[in-house]
């Protein structure tokens, strides 16, 4: 009888950070990723953005996450390897990745360019099903990452390479349903919510050429959403503020983690218009139909961007030299960082610097 093995796949010992349950803060972690194959680009990972989404996987809040879970998916980095057949990068070039690492490329929204609506499920950058070792897919706190090259996206010389990180998820979070909605010059906007993604949406809207009007709870950001491009800015708690914008917006834009009343945003929208939630509450919360039918309002949501829109957005941001305002942090600061993002305390997007983590 011939013996017959299965050689494993090669792999890289890999160090990052993770958790391992809800409860478990962010500690050091090593796993391993595959050894790029023909197609893959190995990325040696030098800034990660912190997004409001790691915090919700990591604590389980959406109860999907699968333990150990590493996050990050606002990837800047340098080229380590390519795989044979890889034409577009090379060892040494700057290189991003962001919220997908793959998906099936055959259905009806791949073929649209809109992976993240894949119907057979994009292949998150953690969290997902890693297709090549098994078992789920580990993100960017981590010191380097290997991607298909489909799904790596290039930056623009001009920008800052810190800076530019969050625009892998905040940006194109905010950019698509900007672009999608059509919305520009000649249009009164609103963005709910000063985070990670507002200030993006904020940026974007007011480059498309709209009059920005940013909503917030939070009285002490009013001086830097207007350094940001906000036009005006309404303290959303203050009820004669909200009063003085009923019926006078096309578009507006949602970014907030958590459960609030929408419908205070649903009766600022003129007749046609549409509120578009990206941010992504854990918990439900009611909307009342009448503030819909009676404008024809439209309430609806959006999810990240495809490859080809993320790249759109990136070359757009360096066409008007736009980045995220970022505080850098130590990979040993990860977890006051969360503590700090669920107080609204960060201005405005805490961005990891992976060279902490040899130190
Ligand atoms: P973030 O930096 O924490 O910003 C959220 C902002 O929302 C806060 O700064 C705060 O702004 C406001 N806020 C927080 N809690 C609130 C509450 N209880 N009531 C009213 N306002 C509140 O988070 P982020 O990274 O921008 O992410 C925002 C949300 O978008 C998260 O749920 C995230 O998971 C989701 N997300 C969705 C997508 C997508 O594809 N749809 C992609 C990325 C992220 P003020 O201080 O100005 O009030
Ligand atoms: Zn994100
Ligand atoms: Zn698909």
């Given at each position: 009888m011939?013996k017959?093995?299965?050689?494993?796949?090669?792999t890289?010992?890999?160090?990052?950070?993770?958790?391992?349950s809800?409860?478990?803060?962010?500690?050091?972690?090593?796993?391993?990723?595959?050894?790029?194959?023909?197609?893959?680009?190995?990325?040696?990972?030098?800034?990660?953005?912190?997004?409001?989404?790691?915090?919700?996987?990591?604590?389980?809040?959406?109860?999907?996450?699968?333990?150990?879970?590493?996050?990050?998916?606002?990837?800047?980095?340098?080229?380590?390897?390519?795989?044979?057949?890889?034409?577009?990068?090379?060892?040494?070039?700057?290189?991003?990745?962001?919220?997908?690492?793959?998906?099936?490329?055959?259905?009806?929204?791949?073929?649209?360019?809109?992976?993240?609506?894949?119907?057979?499920?994009?292949?998150?950058?953690?969290?997902?099903?890693?297709?090549?070792?098994?078992?789920?897919?580990?993100?960017?706190?981590?010191?380097?990452?290997?991607?298909?090259?489909?799904?790596?996206?290039r930056v623009?010389?001009?920008?800052?390479?810190?800076?530019?990180?969050?625009?892998?998820?905040?940006?194109?979070?905010?950019?698509?349903?900007l672009?999608h909605?059509?919305?520009?010059?000649?249009?009164?906007?609103?963005?709910?919510?000063?985070?990670?993604?507002?200030?993006m949406?904020?940026?974007?809207?007011?480059?498309?050429?709209a009059?920005?009007?940013?909503?917030?709870?939070?009285?002490?950001?009013?001086e830097?959403?207007?350094?940001?491009?906000?036009?005006?800015?309404?303290?959303?708690?203050?009820?004669?503020?909200?009063?003085r914008?009923?019926?006078?917006?096309?578009?507006?834009?949602?970014?907030?983690?958590?459960?609030?009343?929408?419908?205070?945003?649903?009766?600022?929208?003129?007749r046609?218009g549409?509120?578009?939630?990206?941010?992504?509450s854990?918990?439900?919360?009611?909307?009342?139909?009448?503030?819909?039918?009676?404008?024809?309002?439209?309430?609806?949501?959006?999810l990240?961007?495809?490859?080809a829109?993320?790249?759109?957005?990136?070359?757009?941001?360096?066409?008007?030299?736009?980045?995220?305002?970022?505080?850098?942090?130590?990979?040993?600061?990860?977890?006051?960082?969360?503590?700090?993002?669920?107080?609204?305390?960060?201005?405005?997007?805490?961005?990891?610097?992976?060279?902490?983590?040899?130190?």
């Amino acid at each position: 009888m011939s013996k017959s093995s299965v050689a494993a796949p090669a792999t890289l010992k890999t160090v990052g950070y993770g958790s391992n349950s809800a409860q478990s803060p962010l500690a050091p972690f090593s796993f391993e990723r595959r050894e790029p194959g023909p197609r893959d680009i190995q990325i040696e990972i030098l800034y990660c953005g912190v997004c409001h989404s790691d915090l919700h996987t990591v604590r389980n809040e959406w109860q999907n996450t699968i333990y150990p879970c590493v996050p990050g998916h606002e990837i800047v980095g340098r080229v380590t390897a390519v795989g044979n057949q890889v034409k577009t990068f090379k060892a040494g070039d700057v290189a991003a990745v962001g919220c997908m690492v793959d998906s099936c490329r055959s259905c009806a929204s791949c073929r649209d360019g809109l992976e993240q609506y894949c119907e057979v499920g994009f292949v998150g950058t953690y969290n997902g099903e890693d297709k090549h070792l098994g078992g789920v897919t580990y993100g960017g706190y981590s010191d380097k990452i290997v991607v298909d090259q489909d799904f790596v996206l290039r930056v623009p010389a001009n920008l800052d390479l810190a800076a530019t990180s969050p625009l892998l998820c905040a940006g194109i979070t905010t950019y698509s349903p900007l672009r999608h909605w059509k919305v520009g010059k000649g249009q009164r906007v609103g963005i709910v919510g000063l985070g990670g993604l507002g200030h993006m949406g904020i940026k974007l809207a007011h480059a498309m050429g709209a009059e920005v009007v940013l909503f917030t709870t939070s009285p002490n950001k009013k001086e830097d959403a207007q350094r940001l491009g906000a036009n005006e800015v309404v303290v959303s708690k203050n009820q004669n503020e909200m009063e003085r914008q009923l019926n006078r917006f096309d578009f507006i834009l949602d970014t907030v983690s958590a459960p609030h009343n929408v419908d205070a945003f649903l009766q600022l929208l003129k007749r046609d218009g549409t509120l578009c939630m990206v941010g992504a509450s854990p918990e439900p919360f009611p909307v009342p139909v009448f503030s819909l039918i009676m404008k024809r309002r439209q309430f609806a949501g959006s999810l990240i961007g495809g490859i080809a829109e993320t790249q759109e957005m990136l070359d757009f941001c360096g066409k008007h030299g736009i980045t995220s305002d970022i505080e850098i942090i130590p990979i040993q600061q990860i977890n006051q960082a969360y503590e700090r993002m669920l107080k609204s305390d960060v201005k405005y997007r805490f961005v990891i610097d992976m060279a902490s983590l040899k130190g």
